[in-house]
């Protein structure tokens, strides 16, 4: 009996293991690859699409003299830095996009915390009758697809004649989803702490700075992460508003590194990754101490 | 008495100060959501923006009419019903495995959300290069003798985007299955078992009775994430894909190229409304649900 059971868990580790490694195997390979030298990436990655275009067949016959597979490896065949000394020393174009990004996220991230610790108190506490449908409203604009959400956007940036980061910074500051998923924080705070304090005479905002801003640190935190893991990830604004190439955040400048430039994108596609992989580390136990709450909430 | 009315005072001054702290998220929902989409709502229903004539629902029914929306609209839809239900059954299926697992479970928990947090652009070269022409697959395929295909010009290409989007989701949808299959009391199980429940039976009697409301909200998230997709096939094939993988959001995303406010606010709110009632469907099937079961 206690065999089979080893045997049974042993099976479940091994099962596990390898989801967990088909999971990270992109990203192991992005990691590894940054190492090659510029020359072996392009004699590795090279897709000679052109020729698969002129004969325009579904099936290739792969005897062709100018095919040749991917070869994807994840060892190096020597490793070098080449290529992010030539990243960080060499190619100032590349830096800019990674700065791009930078001020495209940061100013959203913030401001999305200072709109919505204090907004989702509010909802929290006031004792207006309507003020779950108020909430609701919130709700399904969250819920809304970017290109949906895009449409007003777009009327009111032509309207106004926005600059193209504005157009996208602004709203992305307002966006409803701080204020819903900290307000599923604070419905689990306990209420008769934040009254014992309104009793002895302490105002609103001396209520939220000094007793529940400090408690509500893993959710700001897990806020920030996803805000931030969002619009590091940004595509679908962006190719809508910005139309100067210099001005694209890596997010779509990246896929046509990978077209123009192939030698370069390993080294660039991990520098890019570091930013939210970092924040995502700093953040773990807060995820899943929310996580789990979320799960209870809903 | 005088003491309540100072209370009564001191409480409505209170509700000032919260209208306060709510002021600034109110205003900007107003300014950059919700009047600017009451405003494409009066575009929808005018023929143009220079003579600004009603034409009621006009617009609507030459979206319904259009072609090119139509091939959004079945791709679509087919990608949403085959990829979230796959979604939600690997992500119960590891969840349910997961639980089992003793040692260095929040680990597992952790590696298995990376992919949500990784960006599409990052990524989207090992997808390249596993599925294109001389990619991996065929390479496989060639090895072992079966015939190759261009994979992301064929009518399969939609089944290796659902592969993108189990890679990226399977993580979230997990972790809350998991938690919710640790909500389930034990003693449900125990009593099962004395009365000579099976295996299958607790599955289909507890756990997925049980279980149900997560995956109400797993089902939600899944459907939401589904949109998110078009990062990924944008960058794998730009502006104008084949026709098998030309989603809605292509359709949109083209006519913000062609700065056609009137199909722009159109088929925005056809999205919408689509969206709308199925979070009304949600809530209201939850509801009822809930009711049922306490």
């Not at chain 1, 099976?11 to 088909?22: N, P, T």
């Not at chain 1, 020729?51 to 005897?63: D, H, M, P, Q, S």
């Not at chain 1, 209420?191 to 009793?199: I, M, P, T, Y």
Request: glycine letters at 4%.
């Amino acid at each position: 009996m206690i065999k089979r059971k080893t045997w049974q868990s042993g099976l479940l580790y091994v099962c596990i293991m390898a989801l967990a490694l088909v999971t990270l195997l992109p990203i192991v390979l992005l990691l590894t690859n940054s190492l090659m030298s510029g020359r072996e990436i392009v004699s590795r990655y090279s897709m000679d699409i052109t020729i698969f275009n002129v004969l325009n067949t579904e099936y290739i016959k792969a005897g062709d003299e100018s095919f040749h597979f991917v070869e994807m490896a994840f060892l190096p065949d020597y490793i070098t830095f080449h290529q992010y000394f030539k990243l960080f020393f060499n190619s100032p174009e590349y830096l800019r996009l990674f700065w791009n990004s930078v001020i495209l996220c940061v100013p959203i991230v913030v401001g999305q915390c200072i709109i919505s610790v204090p907004a989702a108190y509010a909802f929290e506490r006031l004792q207006w009758k309507y003020k779950e449908y108020l909430f609701f409203i919130y709700i399904i604009v969250m819920l809304m697809p970017t290109q949906v959400l895009l449409v007003p956007h777009y009327l009111l940036a032509e309207m106004v004649t926005l600059p193209p980061y504005l157009a996208i910074i602004l709203p992305g500051i307002f966006s409803p989803l701080g204020v819903f998923l900290l307000r599923q924080q604070l419905k689990g705070f306990p209420h008769e702490c934040l009254e014992a304090a309104q009793v002895d005479g302490a105002a609103h905002g001396t209520i939220l700075y000094h007793i529940v801003l400090p408690n509500m640190k893993p959710s700001v935190a897990v806020l920030v992460m996803i805000t931030f893991a969002d619009y590091w990830n940004i595509v679908d604004q962006a190719i809508v508003f910005i139309k100067n190439a210099f001005d694209e955040p890596m997010s779509i400048a990246l896929s046509k590194v990978m077209q123009n430039d192939t030698s370069m994108f390993f080294a660039m596609a991990c520098f890019y990754i570091v930013p939210i992989v970092v924040l995502f580390m700093a953040c773990r136990d807060y995820i899943s101490q929310e996580l789990s709450f979320v799960g209870v909430k809903n | 008495m005088n003491v309540t009315i100072r209370r009564r005072n001191k409480k409505k001054y209170r509700e000032w100060v919260l209208w306060l702290l709510l002021l600034p998220s109110l205003m900007g929902m107003l300014i950059f959501y919700l009047l600017p989409f009451f405003l494409s709502m009066y575009y929808a229903m005018i023929d143009n923006v220079v003579s600004h004539r009603f034409v009621g629902l006009q617009n609507f029914i030459d979206t319904f009419h259009n072609l090119s929306f139509q091939q959004a609209l079945k791709n679509t839809a087919f990608f949403i019903l085959v990829g979230v239900p796959l979604n939600l059954i690997c992500s119960f299926t590891i969840a349910n495995l997961l639980k089992k697992v003793t040692k260095l479970k929040v680990f597992f928990g952790l590696i298995f959300l990376i992919p949500m947090i990784i960006p599409a652009g990052a990524v989207v070269f090992v997808w390249k290069s596993i599925f294109d022409v001389n990619g991996i697959l065929n390479w496989v395929l060639y090895s072992v003798g079966l015939p190759m295909k261009n994979w992301l010009e064929s009518e399969w290409v939609l089944g290796i985007v659902i592969i993108i989007f189990l890679w990226k989701n399977i993580g979230i949808g997990m972790i809350l299955f998991w938690t919710g299959l640790n909500r389930i009391p034990k003693t449900y199980y125990e009593m099962a078992r004395v009365e000579g429940g099976g295996a299958m039976g607790q599955l289909f009697h507890i756990t997925l009775v049980y279980i149900m409301p997560t995956g109400f909200v797993a089902a939600l998230l899944s459907i939401i994430n589904s949109f998110k997709i078009f990062k990924e096939i944008f960058l794998l094939f730009g502006n104008y894909p084949s026709e098998w993988v030309y989603l809605l959001q292509h359709y949109m995303n083209n006519q913000f190229l062609a700065a056609n406010a009137q199909k722009l606010s159109a088929s925005a709110g056809i999205i919408s409304a689509f969206i709308v009632s199925v979070l009304f469907f949600f809530f209201h099937s939850q509801r009822k649900l809930s009711e049922h079961f306490s």
